[in-house]
Every structure is written in structure tokens, then in C-alpha cells.
């Protein structure tokens, strides 16, 4: 059974950093197209960073290149998002995704998904 996992969410202030972890069980990144996507109550899903399987392509989404860093640990078997220079935009609850090999820029596309972790950004 697919797990993604995320934590590291919480409150920062406009400025700061933080790092986000997704941590999957049931799939190995080394084979996994990974995705992180941030939605706000009201509207819809939005594309954040997307890394494919060998970590060699990454995409981001164009308002956030360069604040937004997406990476991964093979050995923890866990992808990350590192956020910096937040903004009150940002606040957002973000969700992990998970599909085979490519990265993708598609929620529709992923096959698994996490439960979400809260950040919420101050100004």
C-alpha cells in the first residue's frame, strides 16, 4: 500500500523559510515521477514543483521559481520542498503526489496523493 506522508508545515512569518518532507512508503522515488501542489479553500488545486525520477528534470511553477527548491533523499526514500522568501500568497495547504518515472505538471496525472500539511504564511 502507496503513502505519502508530509510534515514540516506550519506557521512562518513573510520572509522566512520553511522545509516541507513527504515521506513514501509502498513506492520508491528512484522510479517515481513526484509532485508538490498547493490549494487554497475555494479554488483549485495549483501546480508547485515537480521532479522527475532520476532527479535530473525539475519544474516549477513560474511564480514560484527561484523561492521554491524541490529535491530528493534515495536513501530516506523521501522528496522535499524547500520554501524560502515566503510570502502571505504561500499560505496554502500543500499535498505530495507520486506517479511512475516522469514529472508532471498535471494534478490529474498523479496516481497517489498525501493528506496535505497546513502552511500558513504572516505578514
Known amino acids: 500500500q502507496v503513502q505519502l506522508v508530509e510534515s514540516g508545515g506550519g506557521l512562518a512569518q513573510a520572509g522566512g523559510s520553511l522545509r516541507l518532507s513527504c515521506a513514501a512508503t509502498?513506492?520508491?522515488?528512484?522510479?517515481?515521477?513526484m509532485g508538490w501542489f498547493r490549494q487554497v479553500p475555494g479554488l483549485e488545486r495549483e501546480f508547485v514543483a515537480t521532479?522527475?525520477?532520476?532527479?535530473?528534470?525539475?519544474i516549477y511553477a513560474n511564480s514560484l521559481k527561484g523561492r521554491f527548491t524541490i529535491s530528493k533523499d534515495y536513501v530516506k526514500n523521501t522528496v522535499y520542498l524547500q520554501m524560502n522568501s515566503l510570502k502571505p500568497e504561500d499560505t496554502a495547504v500543500y499535498y505530495c503526489?507520486?506517479?511512475?518515472?516522469?514529472?508532471?505538471?498535471?494534478?490529474?496525472?498523479?496516481?497517489?496523493w498525501g493528506q496535505g500539511t497546513q502552511v500558513t504564511v504572516s505578514s
Open positions: 509502498g513506492l520508491t522515488i528512484g522510479r517515481s515521477g
Open positions: 503526489a507520486a506517479r511512475a518515472w516522469d514529472s508532471s505538471r498535471y494534478a490529474g496525472q498523479y496516481e497517489y
Open positions: 521532479i522527475d525520477w532520476s532527479g535530473g528534470s525539475t
